[in-house]
């Protein structure tokens, strides 16, 4: 903390707060105000003047006699790491999701993605097509392609977790996920109905392409974001690059 700035002491140790607490499950109890003070060489008024921003953020609720706890505020963004599923990030702040309006057919290759999974244009694949529910509301339309020649049929009661936990853990395969591409495009009447939007509303795509260790593409997973959700993203840079 720098406490030359000219920045009140509250509000830099609100800041430190609301940074610690970023990493912090939902739930998780912020320290006591007096040990907090203790840490920062200031008053048990002053780190409450700090929790107080954070309350009124909506990212510390107070609960009178057992202290002050993470919470999450209507407005913040989910952190999302592209090296990580949507589920896996949501499960890392400490909440849940749901899949909703599941759909496991089998339907030709789209010609990008027959490319991708080094496959004839016009082959059959395994389409999985699902909407990933968080908070009571539609986050994400997602399409997974699957090869037909390297993994079984699939049926809507696998469907439990993730489309790569189900590839990892209950079709054991091992993979390595690469990242593809992220792009901006109009919703297709697909994707809209199952976000709830209108038709041509801006959206964000990620695909994501996973291959075997032996370098064989297995499958691609193309996510689709509607225009309410912010999102921030966490990258690995290449350094080599």
Not at 17 to 26: D, H, W
Not at 235 to 241: P, R, T
Request: proline share 7%; net charge positive; glycine share 8%.
């Amino acid at each position: 903390m720098n406490k030359s700035s000219g920045i009140p002491q509250y509000l830099c140790i609100a800041d430190e707060l609301r940074a610690k607490l970023m990493t912090m499950p939902i739930g998780a109890p912020l320290e006591p105000e007096q040990a907090l003070a203790a840490e920062y060489g200031v008053s048990r008024g002053t780190i409450r003047q700090a929790i107080d921003v954070l309350v009124r953020e909506e990212m510390v609720v107070r609960e009178q006699g057992r202290g002050s706890f993470r919470n999450r505020p209507k407005e913040a963004p989910l952190l999302l790491t592209i090296e990580t599923s949507a589920l896996d990030s949501i499960r890392t702040i400490g909440e849940e999701s749901e899949i909703g309006h599941l759909s496991v057919t089998t339907a030709k290759a789209p010609p990008k993605i027959a490319d991708m999974l080094e496959i004839p244009r016009g082959t059959r694949v395994r389409r999985v097509s699902r909407v990933r529910m968080y908070g009571g509301e539609p986050l994400a339309y997602a399409v997974g392609y699957l090869r037909t020649d390297l993994t079984p049929p699939l049926f809507k009661r696998d469907f439990k977790t993730s489309l790569s936990e189900l590839a990892r853990n209950t079709l054991h395969l091992r993979f390595d996920a690469r990242y593809i591409e992220c792009h901006a495009s109009a919703a297709d009447p697909d994707s809209a109905k199952a976000l709830g939007i209108p038709d041509g509303s801006p959206v964000l795509n990620i695909g994501f392409l996973c291959k075997n260790h032996g370098g064989v593409p297995i499958l691609v997973d193309v996510i689709t974001f509607p225009p309410s959700q912010i999102l921030r993203f966490s990258v690995s840079l290449n350094k080599n690059a």
